[in-house]
């Protein structure tokens, strides 16, 4: 029988190594992003005990139409609106959705930028197959992200004496992982675009934090209310999960198939592409 560290079968399985690899590269980030995400949650947790009832609606009611649809404010006297509106639309929605779109977009880019790229395409794999496998890397902070930061806001709301209904909150985290998924998607697509790192992150940054504006701001515009359809955040919305246990699984559905778009016509350009 063979082992596992014989070159032999290492050749014979290259991706599964360099996934790997990826994932190895990852843990450290993805341990202090955890670390940091959730020490801000039991900040925003404890800050809530802290306002009077009433302060938490003359803050509701002080804030303009259009920055309680950007920042997901609804009612923010209960701990499930306080947390859709202090950590899971601006930290959760757009701040991880512009980490997973940043940090896909150097993992094809990055290795061309660097010629480790043609080491991988001397292996014995598709150029598809090398796409979707480096791409399989984000499922870890994806999976450590949602699991610890759920458990650990729960936790913390215990704690303090407030109530939230655990099934809203696993909603809200199980709902994001298709959201999180296209904005990497998205980000693996300019990584097959351009020959930069640099250049493809920052592009993916930008264009989710834009997205993120469409659907917030420019949506609520009525004879522009059809571009909202363009943005992702349109399909993933915390905030009435977190407080009223209200969602669409058609939207998770459409950022599925979303995902899945934008990865085969990632795998498309990048077996298309001249490297």
């Known amino acids: 029988m063979l082992k596992t560290g014989n070159p032999l079968v290492r050749r014979c399985s290259p991706m599964l190594e360099t996934t790997r690899h990826e994932i190895t590269r990852r843990v450290r980030g993805t341990t202090a992003l ?10 925003i947790v404890w800050y809530f005990t802290l306002l009077e009832p009433s302060a938490y609606e003359e803050l509701t009611q002080s804030l303009p139409p259009a920055m309680q649809s950007a920042f997901g404010v609804q009612s923010l006297s209960s701990i499930g609106g306080w947390l859709g509106g202090q950590v899971y639309t601006f930290l959760w929605l757009l701040g991880l959705g ?3 779109a940043y940090t896909s977009a150097g993992m094809i880019a990055g290795d061309v930028e660097t010629g ?8 014995p ?8 496998e480096k791409f399989a890397a984000l499922l870890l902070p994806l999976l450590v992200l949602n699991l610890v930061v759920g458990v650990v806001t729960y936790s913390f709301v215990v704690v303090v004496g407030e109530t939230i209904d655990p099934l809203y909150l696993v909603t809200a985290h ?17 990584s097959v675009s351009v020959d930069r790192a ?12 834009a997205l993120w504006l469409i659907e917030s701001v420019v949506g609520t515009a009525t ?12 399909y993933y919305d915390p905030t009435p999960i977190l407080v009223e246990g209200t969602y669409n699984l058609l939207d998770g559905g459409i950022l599925l198939v979303g995902f899945v ?5 990632s795998q498309l350009l990048f077996r298309r592409r001249d490297v």
């Open 223 to 234: 004879n522009f209310a059809w571009i909202r359809f363009l943005s992702p955040t349109h």
């Open 125 to 132: 794999v598709s150029r598809a197959q090398l796409v979707a």
């Open 34 to 43: 955890t670390v940091g995400i959730c020490l801000y949650v039991a900040f």
């Open 174 to 190: 199980l709902l994001s992982v298709p959201y999180f998924l296209v904005c990497g998607g998205i980000g693996l697509l300019l």
């Open 116 to 123: 480790r790229m043609d080491l991988l395409l001397s292996f």
């Open 98 to 100: 512009i980490y997973f």
């Open 261 to 265: 778009a934008l990865l085969g016509a």
């Open 198 to 209: 640099a250049v493809a992150e920052r592009l993916a940054a930008g264009l989710v934090f």
